[in-house]
């Protein structure tokens, strides 16, 4: 933008005289509220994922109303533009309220419009809104063909609204309870398409049945001006949990921990198996389940069998071409390595410009790192598509402990919305499912490592035998998962590939969810960037074995 405009828009007052419903159509004050407004809103928020960038500009890509009669908010799509050439879209719902004690917080702009004094403030923060647009959905009509598209399922049996808060979770969408028995995630981060979250959700839940993910209960779309369906709304019966898998996890872990000094266990004598190889409870030593405990193994079972039910149902189907499976080819192959070579090539150079922020063990490993970086990228190099016979399916592609809740013995599987670096078309992408068993088994080695790092002077034993006795648990883990996955999946009939396929699929898929794992640690949490490095090498000095 010019100086002489900069200035212009400075100048600009927050009085304007155009009503609430016409004043998204003055020009004076859009360019007042992107600019000067959003520009600094946005950046502050937790939905915001463009912190490690530089905003260029902000405009308005679109917007729509959200109405009810009288009643109207606005859906704003934000397009931030970054100074480093590439932008990204974003969901904010507004609202304008003239009584300050609805505008106590997410206050975006004090404003006076026709004469009226208040506030446009973040629509979510408004009950009124909420209440709108819960009614709105469950009066939702068939085949609805307005631009904004509301859509219910048999799941929403609640006719009347009653009551609406935050979730209040960590999250880099906003998700609100509704009648204490819905949530409905609002997506700030918008891609031009369905969004896979809703997809999956609507597929697995309505059309397979499958019980474990919480039942679909309602959407909102958006038909962009280009005629494409873009979600901003996916609603989901609330499930009853005790927090996810990785708490609970990281809970058990301490306990296991604790058990090496309380039980007097040896850990040069704990025996060990075989990276991958298939167990059932029986063929796990007396000694480690006298250590371990044969509850956490049984609850490892049952995430195995949720997992296994997930891929069977999204395995099963043939009509519907975005979800019927589909076999390895070259074109699958040329997209894999480019995708993962240029994601390889991005974390070396993160490392090698922050390295002198690394100390300790982490700098250790990611010297490591950047010495065997041919040797890494040839393991990206060595997929050949022709030795595949296993199939590909859509899968849940983000799939680890924090993505699963726990009620009581069992497990729940959330966030469809897949990997958050991806490109919205590259995660609709089928995938062999051992993709995601792969994403939990770099979850297990994060909670035993995390465990170590943070708590291992809690226990009386050095760093390098807790690293034994933390290896040994991670083969366990995955053997007995494997045991339960694998004989799941073949019962039904869903080809993953004959035992060294599918074992080479595995290190191949943990390789590539660790260096994507360094590159979300160094850009997040710097210190936990030493977990996937760990991860990095022992998969590269395992298959030298
Ligand atoms: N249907 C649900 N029932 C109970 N808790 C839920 C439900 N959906 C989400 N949550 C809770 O909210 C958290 C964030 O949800 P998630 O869908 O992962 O949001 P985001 O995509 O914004 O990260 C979850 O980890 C879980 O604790
Ligand atoms: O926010 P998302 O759930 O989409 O996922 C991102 O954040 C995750 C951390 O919250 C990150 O997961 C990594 O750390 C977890 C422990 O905090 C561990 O269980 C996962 O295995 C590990 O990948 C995830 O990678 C990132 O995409």
């Known amino acids: 933008m010019s100086e002489k405009n900069k200035k212009q828009v400075e100048q600009a007052p927050s009085v304007f005289d155009s009503a609430w419903e016409n004043l998204l159509e003055n020009e004076n004050f859009i360019e007042y509220f992107l600019c000067d407004v959003l520009e600094d809103y946005v950046t502050k928020q937790r939905w915001y994922g463009g912190k490690s960038s530089k905003l260029k500009y902000i405009e ?3 917007y729509f109303r959200i109405q009810q009669h009288e009643e109207v908010y606005y859906g704003l799509l934000l397009e931030v533009n ?3 050439a590439f932008y990204q879209h974003y969901f904010l719902p507004i609202a304008f309220v003239s009584d300050e004690n609805f505008a106590e917080k997410d206050r975006i702009l004090p404003v006076s419009i026709n004469g009226q004094d208040g506030f446009i403030i973040d629509a979510l923060n408004l009950e009124a809104f909420r209440k709108l647009v819960f009614e709105r959905i469950v009066t939702a009509v068939p085949n609805d063909k307005t631009r904004v598209r509301y859509h219910n399922s048999v799941h929403l049996t609640d006719k009347e609204y009653r009551s609406s808060r935050f979730m209040g979770m960590e999250q880099s969408n906003t998700s609100i309870i509704i009648n204490d028995k819905y949530v409905i995630k609002f997506f700030r981060r918008i891609y031009s398409d ?3 979250d809703y997809e999956m959700s609507c597929f697995l839940s309505e059309i397979k049945g499958y019980k474990n993910t919480p039942p ?4 909102i779309n958006i038909v962009d001006i280009e005629g494409i369906m873009v979600t901003i709304a996916l609603m989901q ?15 058990e872990l301490k306990m296991v921990f604790g058990n090496l000094a309380a039980k007097r266990i040896n850990i040069d004598k704990l025996p060990g198996t075989q990276m991958f190889k298939s167990l059932e409870i029986n063929d796990v030593p007396p000694q480690i389940i006298d250590w371990v405990g044969l509850n956490l193994f049984l609850k490892l079972q049952t995430l ?14 043939f009509s519907d071409t975005a979800f019927t499976p589909a076999h390895f080819n070259g074109d699958y192959e040329v997209w894999l390595k480019n995708r993962l070579l240029y994601q390889f090539q991005n974390r070396l150079n993160i490392v090698e410009n922050n390295i002198s922020r690394l100390e300790g063990r982490s700098l250790d490993l990611a010297e490591k790192f950047l010495e065997q970086k041919n040797d890494i990228r040839q393991r990206f190099v060595r997929f050949d598509w022709t030795k595949l016979k296993g199939e590909r399916i859509r899968i849940h592609g983000d799939y680890h402990l924090g993505q699963v809740l726990v009620q009581g013995d069992d497990f729940y599987l959330l966030d469809f919305e897949g990997e958050p670096e991806s490109t919205i078309r590259d995660r609709k992408v089928k995938q062999p499912p051992l993709k995601d068993v792969a994403g939990i088994f770099r979850s297990f080695h994060y909670a035993i490592y995390a465990t170590i790092f943070n708590s291992g002077k809690d226990y009386p034993f050095s760093q390098d035998a807790l690293f034994k006795a933390g290896e040994i648990l991670y083969r366990y883990f995955i053997g007995v998962f494997m045991g339960r996955y694998v004989s799941l999946i073949q019962e039904h009939n869903l080809n993953i590939g004959y035992t060294q396929e599918r074992i080479f699929i595995l290190r191949y898929c943990m390789l590539e969810k660790a260096v994507y794992e360094l590159g979300y640690e160094m850009n997040s949490r710097p210190q936990w960037a030493v977990i996937p490095l760990e991860g990095i090498m022992s998969i590269i000095n395992e298959t030298n074995n």
């Open 194 to 196: 369905t969004n896979p």
């Open 237 to 251: 019966e609330l499930v009853e949990n005790q927090g996810d898998a990785w708490e609970y996890m990281l809970k």
């Open 60 to 62: 308005l890509a679109e």
């Open 82 to 84: 970054f100074e480093e």
């Open 216 to 219: 679909y209960c309602g959407s």
């Open 304 to 317: 195995a069998t949720r997992t296994a039910e997930m891929h069977i149902a999204l395995g099963s189907e």
